[in-house]
C-alpha cells in the first residue's frame, strides 16, 4: 500500500530519541559507509513482497489484473513469470526453486517451480497453506485449519511431508540449515532438525504479523520493550551462545528485518516528519547504515551484497535493489574434484568478493583451515558440507554448501519396494537403500521395462510375478542387487489343468497339473468320487473303474474361478475286455436312408470302430449313418478298452430300398 504522512506524538518522539542515541553510540568507532549503488528493478508500480538468492530476485506482481510471480535474473537481465488466472503470492526462492502461496485450487496451496526443468509441482493439498519459505530441499509453511495454525515441512528428496507442531498458535516460519523459526504465543521458536531440539525465546508481546528470521545461529525478531507495547525493539540472539541483544528501538512503522551473515536489513521510519526507509545493521562491526533514502521503501530482503526492497517513489510500488560496495565481503568458493573415490585430494578455490583480509574453512570432516586457498585430503567415505567465512575490516560473512563434497567406496545396491502384491494395475514406489554413495541408477522391473531414477515408481499392469534388478554406480565400481519373485500382481484368475494318464485299469494313478492364470494362491479339487485335495498339483489313487469328472477351484485376492472337465477320467477293470453290442432304427426305408446307431457293448469301451457295410466307417460312441444307395447292409462294430477288444456282426442288418 501507498505510506501515508501523519505527525507523531510525544510518546513517539521520545522513543525515535532513543533510537537517536543507539544509532550516535553504535556508530562512533564503526568503519566509514562503503559505496551503495542503486537499480530499478520494475517499473511497472505493481510489484510488492521481494526475495532474493544470488543473482535471482523474485516478487509478486498484479501487473496483469492478479497476482503472479516474477524472476529478474540479474545475470542474464531477463525476466520470466509464471502464469494463472487465479492469486500467486508469497514468493521465496533458494537456487533454482521459487515456491509461493497459490489459489489456483480454490484455496491456499504451497507451489514450487524448479527454473532449470520449468516443472511446478503441488506440495500441499489442505487448501489452508500460507506463507512458505525455502532452504535447500526443504520447505516450511504455515498450515491453518479448525482455528489452529501449525508449522509443516516438506523435503522434495525424500517426497515426504513432515508436521513440525502440534501447538495451534504456530505463524510464519523462516528455514536456514537444519533450523526452523517461527512466531508462537509468548516465545520465538527454533527448532533443530539434526538433533530434533526444541529453544524457546520469551517475548513480550506476540503478534502474527511480524516474523522472526534466521540464518545460521542468528536469530532476528520484533518484540515490546516495556509492558504496555508503546515501544518496540528489533532483538538477536546467537543460539551458540544463547546471548540475547536489543540492537534498537522504535515507536513507529517498521518492516520485518531479514539476516543474512552479519548484515540485518530492516525499514524504519526514523525521525518525526520522515517516512519508511531501508537500513542495514552489522552484527561484527555493530555499524548502522542507510541504504535507501526515497522515504517510501519497506519490505527489504538480503542476499550477499545486495539488498531489495518495495518503494514506491513513483505512486505505485516497484522493486528497487541495492549493491554494496567491494569493502563489504561476499564469501564464494568453487572447488574441484567434488566426488570420488577415498583418498580424496580437493582443491579449494576462494572467488570471495570485496577484498578479503582472512579465511576460515570448515570442510565438515572436523578439520579446519585459514589459507586462502587450501588443498584438502577426505580419507573416509562419506557426504561433507563445506562452510567458508571471510573477513576483512568491514565485516564478515560465510557461505555454506550442503552435501558439497561425496567421497565414495564401491557402492553396495540394496533396496526395498511398497507394495510388493497386489491386484493390477498396481504402483510400486521402489526406494534405494544402497549404500557407498551411489551416483548412477539401473532398475529393470522385471516387465521389459527400466527406469534410471534414484526412487522410482513403476505401475504393473499385467498379473505375474516379477524379478526386480537394480544396479548402482559410482567412481569406485559397480554393484547389483537381484530379488526373485519380488512383486507378485494379480488378476482374476482363469482356471485351467491337465492329467496324465486319462485312463487305465484301476487301481489307476493320475497326476494333476494346474495351468491356471492370474497367479492363484488356493487350489481346491474334487476327484468325482468324493475325495479332494487342496494342493496346486496333486496325485490321486483311482480305486474303481467307471468315468469321473473333475473341478480345480481357484482363488488369490482378486477373485475365483472354477473349471470342470466332465468324464475326463475314465477308470477300467484290470481283466475284463468289452462285449460290443448295438443296435440301430430305422432298420429299412427308400434312399437316402437316415439310421441311427447307438452302441449298448458291456464292459466300459474306451473306443469304437463301426463298419457300416457300404464302404463308410465311424469311430463315434453311437453315431448317425446316411444310406444313399438301394441294397442290403452288414454292420460291424469292435468295440476296445485296456484289457481287449469285441467285434459284435449284424448279417444284412439294414435294407434299403430304391
Not at 511446478?120 to 491453518?144: D, F, L, M
Not at 495454525?149 to 523462516?174: F, H, L, R, V, W
Not at 475365483?560 to 443296435?583: E, H
Request: hydrophobic residues 30%; charged residues 20%; aromatic residues 12%.
Amino acid at each position: 500500500m501507498k505510506i501515508n504522512k501523519k505527525s507523531y506524538s510525544v510518546v513517539i518522539a521520545s522513543a525515535v530519541l532513543i533510537l537517536f542515541l543507539i544509532f550516535v553510540s553504535s556508530t562512533a568507532s564503526a568503519a566509514s559507509p562503503s559505496a551503495i549503488t542503486e537499480t530499478r528493478i520494475t517499473n511497472h508500480g505493481t510489484a510488492s513482497n521481494p526475495d532474493i538468492y544470488g543473482d535471482k530476485i523474485v516478487w509478486q506482481d498484479n501487473r496483469n489484473g492478479n497476482w503472479d510471480i516474477y524472476i529478474f535474473d540479474l545475470s542474464t537481465k531477463t525476466e520470466i513469470h509464471t502464469t494463472n488466472k487465479t492469486d500467486q503470492i508469497n514468493p521465496a526462492i533458494y537456487e533454482n526453486l521459487v515456491v509461493w502461496e497459490d489459489e489456483r485450487n480454490g484455496g491456499h496451496d504451497i507451489y514450487v517451480e524448479d527454473l532449470s526443468t520449468k516443472i511446478q509441482t503441488r506440495i500441499s493439498k489442505s487448501g489452508e497453506a500460507h506463507n512458505p519459505a525455502i532452504y535447500g530441499n526443504r520447505i516450511v509453511w504455515q498450515e491453518e485449519s479448525n482455528g489452529n495454525s501449525n508449522i509443516y515441512m516438506y523435503d522434495i528428496s525424500t517426497k515426504k511431508e513432515t508436521q513440525i507442531t502440534t501447538s495451534g498458535t504456530a505463524y510464519k516460519p523462516d528455514i536456514h540449515g537444519d533450523k526452523i523459526a517461527w512466531s508462537d504465543v509468548e516465545y520465538i521458536i527454533v527448532y533443530d532438525l539434526s538433533n530434533k531440539k526444541e529453544t524457546k525465546i520469551p517475548t513480550r508481546e506476540f503478534s502474527g504479523y511480524y516474523s522472526p528470521t534466521i540464518y545460521g545461529n542468528w536469530v532476528v525478531w520484533i518484540d515490546a520493550n516495556d509492558e504496555y507495547g508503546c515501544v518496540y525493539g528489533v532483538y538477536v540472539m546467537d543460539l551458540s551462545t544463547k546471548k540475547r541483544n536489543e540492537l534498537m528501538t522504535f515507536a513507529d512503522y517498521m518492516s520485518n528485518p531479514k539476516i543474512y551473515g552479519d548484515n540485518i536489513v530492516y525499514s524504519l521510519a526514523v525521525t518525526g516528519g520522515r517516512y519508511p526507509d531501508v537500513y542495514m545493521y552489522n552484527l561484527s562491526t555493530s555499524e548502522f547504515k542507510e541504504i535507501s533514502t526515497s522515504e517510501t521503501a519497506e519490505e527489504p530482503d538480503i542476499y550477499g551484497n545486495k539488498i531489495v526492497w518495495v518503494d514506491w517513489r513513483n505512486e505505485g510500488p516497484d522493486i528497487y535493489m541495492a549493491t554494496l560496495g567491494s569493502d563489504l565481503p561476499v564469501a564464494a568458493f568453487s572447488a574441484s574434484p567434488t566426488s570420488g573415490k577415498t583418498p580424496l585430494n580437493v582443491k579449494f578455490t576462494d572467488t570471495s568478493t570485496g577484498s578479503s583480509t582472512s579465511w576460515f574453512w570448515n570442510f565438515g570432516d572436523g578439520s579446519k583451515s585459514f589459507l586462502q586457498n587450501p588443498v584438502h585430503k577426505y580419507s573416509k567415505a562419506g557426504t561433507y558440507t563445506v562452510k567458508l567465512t571471510v573477513k576483512n575490516a568491514v565485516g564478515r560473512n560465510t557461505v555454506t554448501k550442503a552435501d558439497y563434497i561425496k567421497v565414495v567406496t564401491k557402492p553396495v545396491a540394496a533396496f526395498s519396494a511398497s507394495p510388493t502384491s497386489g491386484k493390477s494395475p498396481l504402483n510400486v514406489k521402489f526406494t534405494d537403500k544402497s549404500t557407498g554413495i551411489p551416483a548412477k541408477w539401473r532398475w529393470d522391473f522385471g516387465d521389459g521395462t527400466k527406469s534410471f531414477h534414484q526412487n522410482p515408481t513403476h505401475k504393473y499392469s499385467k498379473a505375474g510375478k516379477y524379478t526386480v534388478t537394480l544396479k548402482v554406480t559410482n567412481a569406485a565400481g559397480i554393484n547389483t542387487a537381484t530379488k526373485s519373485n519380488y512383486i507378485t500382481v494379480t488378476a482374476k484368475p482363469v482356471a485351467a489343468f491337465s492329467a496324465s494318464p486319462t485312463s487305465g485299469k484301476y487301481p489307476l494313478n493320475v497326476k494333476f497339473t494346474d495351468k491356471s492364470t492370474g497367479s492363484p494362491t488356493k487350489w481346491k479339487w474334487d476327484f468325482g468320487d468324493g475325495t479332494k485335495s487342496f494342493h496346486q498339483n496333486p496325485t490321486h489313487k483311482y480305486s474303481k473303474a467307471g468315468k469321473y469328472t473333475v473341478t480345480l477351484k481357484v482363488t488369490n485376492a482378486v477373485g475365483i474361478n472354477t473349471a470342470t472337465k466332465s468324464n475326463y477320467i475314465t477308470v477300467t477293470g484290470t481283466s475284463q475286455a468289452p462285449t460290443a453290442d448295438f443296435w440301430g432304427w430305422p432298420l429299412s426305408g427308400k434312399a437316402p436312408l437316415k439310421v441311427k446307431f447307438t452302441e449298448t457293448s458291456k464292459g466300459s469301451p474306451t473306443s469304437w470302430k463301426w463298419d457300416f457295410g457300404d464302404g463308410k466307417y465311424s469311430t463315434e460312441k453311437s453315431p448317425t449313418h446316411m444310406y444313399s444307395s438301394a441294397g442290403t447292409y452288414t454292420v460291424k462294430l469292435i468295440a476296445t478298452n485296456a484289457a481287449g477288444s469285441s467285434t459284435k456282426l449284424k448279417w444284412k442288418y439294414i435294407k434299403v430300398a430304391k
